[in-house]
């Protein structure tokens, strides 16, 4: 008997090993790659190639200068931050609204309706290229950042619409009865009731769409056509072309464009984890 339980408890604490070395085998692909990147641009041209792989001996902070002043980061990062922002206040209320809708609102069609939702979550954005180049020429929206905002959003409701109408129903329906039966009306309890424990959901989508409207690329090359329209992606591009063997400095200016959305998550990490889970209750 006493020889079992050894046993057990032995693979036990062999499967709890091979666990920890699995996540920290993905923990190195994940975190080297970002530690590399940061020390690469902490070193001069000659280190870079003699030392490729090891941290640097003597930082060179002008780095960051260097590339923030050629690349035009700053105008990038404000046109990133306008496109981002308006995007998200654009789609929250929308996709709140019809997602509350699709999860707690029986009409005819609302099955049709998820299935075209999940058509445009399926449909590569390749694909839509020119047909979106194509309307939005012809709105006369072409280098525009009303224009790069709209389609944005556009093409951001259906994931954002999933991951918030998940979130709303598995939400308990009665919170809402027992606000209407205290006078609200339907929209009301939305409004003051579910939306305010609807906030893990709302930082997912923020994070979700968000972090794929910061590093977009494809959409913003066919409809920014100057640089001073230019958004971080885009600018990247132009001076990996202009600086395509100074690797410290291209680093550097990856390190700047990566960092506010890294912020963002580990700000947010809390609120973003529970609403994933809260959402995957139900679908």
């Not at 012809?138 to 009303?146: D, K, S």
């Not at 998940?166 to 939305?190: H, N, V, W, Y």
């Not at 600018?235 to 963002?264: I, K």
């Amino acid at each position: 008997m006493q020889d079992l339980r050894t046993k057990s408890r032995i693979r036990k604490w062999i499967g709890t090993g091979l666990i920890y070395l699995l996540m920290a085998v993905f923990l190195i692909i994940t975190v080297y790659p970002i530690i590399w990147m940061l020390a690469g641009a902490l070193k001069g041209e000659n280190e870079f190639y003699s030392n490729i792989w090891g941290l640097p001996s003597s930082p060179q902070w002008e780095n960051y200068a260097a590339a923030w002043k050629k690349a035009g980061m700053g105008r990038k990062y404000l046109n990133s931050i306008l496109t981002t922002a308006g995007t998200l206040c654009l789609l929250i209320p929308v996709n709140c609204s019809a997602a509350y809708a699709l999860a707690r609102v029986n009409f005819r069609g609302k099955r049709a309706i998820l299935n075209y939702l999940l058509l445009g979550i399926m449909m590569p954005a390749g694909v839509l290229a020119m047909p979106v180049f194509t309307v939005v020429n012809e709105l006369g929206l072409i280098n525009t950042r009303i224009g790069l905002t709209l389609v944005y959003t556009a093409q951001s409701i259906a994931f954002g619409m999933y991951i918030m109408r998940g979130f709303f129903i598995s939400l308990p329906k009665s919170l809402e009865e027992a606000a209407m039966i205290d006078g609200c009306t339907r929209f009301q309890s939305f409004l003051h009731i579910i939306l305010p424990l609807a906030v893990p959901g709302l930082v997912t989508q923020v994070i979700f769409s968000g972090l794929s409207v910061w590093n977009e690329y494809i959409r913003a090359s066919l409809i920014i056509r100057t640089p001073e329209l230019q958004t971080l992606p885009l600018g990247m591009v132009a001076f990996s072309t202009l600086e395509n063997n100074n690797y410290p400095q291209m680093f550097a200016a990856l390190s700047m464009a990566t960092l506010p959305m890294v912020l963002v998550y580990l700000l947010c990490q809390k609120a973003f984890q529970k609403g994933v889970t809260a959402g995957a209750v139900k679908g």
